[in-house]
């Protein structure tokens, strides 16, 4: 991210659009209000167009600084006026209208982390240097020529706020095509050093009507640094010219809101990690953890995290395994390790957020694992018996569940456990333990070609999918749990947990329980299949605790210590037969 690279280089040009989610008129929206008023006050049909009658009436077009006079004669007047399209009034402002944008406060923080020091817009309202106040930042703002002469030189101010139109308190605002044709020539110089020196980020401005803003973008030859010009679709006839000249590389976006806030998130994502470079997975991560520790952050986690996941659910698609039914082995292991890898930024934020998270957030991240889950629009079919589009889902549900268990948190692994999902067989809603496990998802011929024995690939593992999650999320979790070995622990200790709660609840169906992996000894050079200690660890846990274990605390089993008992044997007794394989 070049705005990373070089803190205080990139100015703004932002138009109305940046303002549009506040209810802000547009200059353009403020005169024919004005003169529908006129219009009104002469008697004439509301369905007529005021500008038409205003033109037929008085012989020219209607401007802001003949308009608001003859409305509002005296300035007590005019600022009661202008305060109505421009000030919120006390139900607008619970209502968030007429106040600073997301996209308002994302460019504070921005200026006030010091990435951005120069704003040039078009807007005539004060809700950016109101967002800046409150992020403790006091601009110099430049809204007419004689104001240029006496301010401070653009390198020394934290925050310098070019308003090229004027201000809505001003009546020398500009908005008639005439005024807007050029500049007074201060202005125009200083708008050559700042599109000369300064890369460019144009956010909400279509470059309709504003010919001498176009034309000071246009006087530019130099190319210092990078124009990003953020667009909804194809620029139009005014915009375009403008944006070839500068060599701009277009951006598309949702909106203002959301480009500046993910903006900001980035920078300081990218920032925080410590990277010169676009790290986008420890940038995500540096960034939810700023979420996690204030309740003001609160929607902000919210959005975060839904955006990330969407972005991942938007590669769930039945074009990813239409043509699966002839693919090979090793073409289907390929699509998996595809998916893996697009998974990575929201198993690391789900591992992280699980680790640091409140309570109160535990409903994000078993959010995201139902999400996941319920994406697939195959619904749990399989395509030449594969179920890839599951796999994120069995991911995340890992990502959660190793760390709970490493956090201790026994009530965020029973609400995981439990989440109610539609069932890959019926419309019905089941326990996601029920259907979530690795011997589900992939058959044993593509498993082992993702995790192959490293000596000898004929001795294979008999799940040999949990030693590849083992393996891929090991990643997502270096800075929780440094140690390998503690890693092996909280891992198998997990995926031991999962498997009385499965048997628990299967138990009046099938006499089946998911294998885990913790029967293998992953430091041993040859083929080893020997229980590691877990089960005899966690029996001496229950024993010591007694009703008090955790998981038992946490709901699990009902939190009956005999009903918990009854359900060991049986998986102890599985586990013995499948060792004996």
């Known amino acids: 991210m070049n705005v990373v ?93 007429k106040t600073p944008t997301r996209a308002h406060r994302a460019i504070a923080d921005l200026v006030a982390a010091g990435w951005i020091r120069v704003v040039v817009t078009a807007n005539f309202d004060k809700l950016l240097e109101l967002a800046l106040e409150d992020a403790g930042v006091r601009p110099v703002v430049i809204a007419t020529p004689d104001q240029i002469e006496g301010a401070p030189p653009l390198a020394h101010n934290p925050c310098t706020v070019i308003k090229v139109h004027g201000d809505y308190l001003d009546t020398r605002i500009k908005n008639s095509a005439e005024e807007l044709a050029e500049y007074d020539p201060a202005v125009d110089r200083l708008l050559d050093r700042v599109f000369d020196e300064y890369g460019l980020i144009v956010c909400g401005w279509s470059g309709e009507h504003d010919k001498a803003l176009r034309s000071a973008l246009d006087r530019c030859k130099s190319r210092r640094f990078t124009t990003y010009w953020c667009t909804r679709g194809d620029l139009n006839d005014d915009a375009k010219p403008v944006a070839e000249n500068r060599a701009a590389q277009l951006v598309t976006i949702r909106d203002a809101d959301s480009f500046f806030v993910g903006l900001e998130e980035r920078v300081t994502g990218i920032h925080a990690s410590g990277q010169r470079h676009p790290m986008e997975t420890q940038a995500a991560v540096e960034t939810l953890k700023r979420y996690l520790t204030e309740e003001r952050h609160r929607i902000r986690l919210h959005d975060f995290m839904r955006e990330a996941t969407e972005e991942l659910v938007s590669h769930l698609t039945v074009e990813e395994v239409a043509a699966q039914e002839n693919n090979t082995a090793e073409e289907v292991a390929a699509r998996f390790r595809r998916f893996g890898t697009l998974s990575e930024r929201t198993v690391a934020l789900l591992a992280t957020g699980c680790y640091w998270g409140r309570p109160e957030q535990d409903r994000v991240w078993t959010g995201v694992v139902r999400r996941l889950v319920e994406a697939d629009p195959l619904k749990g079919r399989s395509v030449a018996g594969e179920h890839t589009l599951q796999y994120p889902g069995l991911l995340a549900f890992y990502s959660v569940g190793v760390a709970a268990v490493e956090a201790g948190r026994y009530d965020l692994l029973a609400s995981l456990l439990l989440i109610p999902v539609r069932s890959a067989y019926s419309q019905a809603s089941e326990p996601i333990v029920q259907s979530m496990y690795p011997g589900r998802i992939v058959a044993d011929s593509v498993a082992r070609l993702l995790y192959p024995h490293p000596n000898a690939p004929e001795q294979n593992y008999p799940v040999p999918l949990n030693q590849y999650i083992h393996s891929e999320l090991r990643p997502a979790f270096t800075d929780l749990i440094p140690s390998d070995d503690d890693y092996d622990e909280i891992f198998d200790r997990f995926e031991y947990l999962v498997s009385p709660v499965e048997t628990d609840l299967e138990s009046r169906t099938r006499d089946v329980v998911s294998a885990g992996s913790r029967w293998f000894d992953r430091r041993a050079r040859g083929f080893t299949l020997r229980p590691t200690g877990i089960a005899q660890r966690v029996h001496k846990e229950i024993e010591e605790a007694l009703a008090e274990w955790s998981p038992l605390r946490a709901g699990l089993f009902e939190g009956s210590l005999d009903r918990l008992r009854e359900v060991k044997k049986a998986v102890d007794a599985r586990w013995e037969a499948i060792r004996q394989w």
């Open 5 to 97: 690279a070089n803190p205080g280089v990139y100015a703004l040009l932002l138009g109305s659009g940046v303002s549009r989610s506040a209810d802000i008129p547009t200059g353009h929206e403020v005169v024919r209000r004005l003169a529908g008023r006129l219009a009104e006050a002469a008697g004439v049909d509301p369905k007529a167009d005021p500008e038409d009658w205003y033109q037929a009436t008085h012989g020219e077009a209607p401007e802001y600084s003949s308009l608001l006079p003859a409305v509002a004669p005296t300035p007590a007047e005019r600022r009661a006026l202008l305060k109505g399209y421009f000030e919120p009034t006390a139900e607008e402002r619970d209502d968030g209208k």
